[in-house]
């Protein structure tokens, strides 16, 4: 893998932890560890970044973005909303099912 391929889920984990983060900051009820947010996030943020890619077009393989477009193409909205908001939601679903749990 070269790093036209890499790029764009470099970026997609990165906000996703952002979004985890700051979700995770927000729920105080919910008390999840580090490692949760940080999972949560990274996997939310590949997630919603290519949910979001799809449903405004653009392809979900990272390798074929790559490609059309080269490198700055990793740095689309579509890759840092998706990849926040995707992080920002799954450790919210994350952290109100640990807290039904505790219930």
Known sequence: MDMNTLLPIIIQVITGIIGGQAVGAAIKTAAMGQLTKILGGAVGGVGGAAIL??????????????????????????????GAGGGAILTGIIGAVINAMKK
């Open 53 to 82: 890619n799809s449903l405004l077009g653009g392809s979900v393989d990272p390798a074929a973005a790559a490609t059309a477009a080269g490198a700055g193409s990793a740095l689309n909205i579509s890759n840092i909303v998706g």
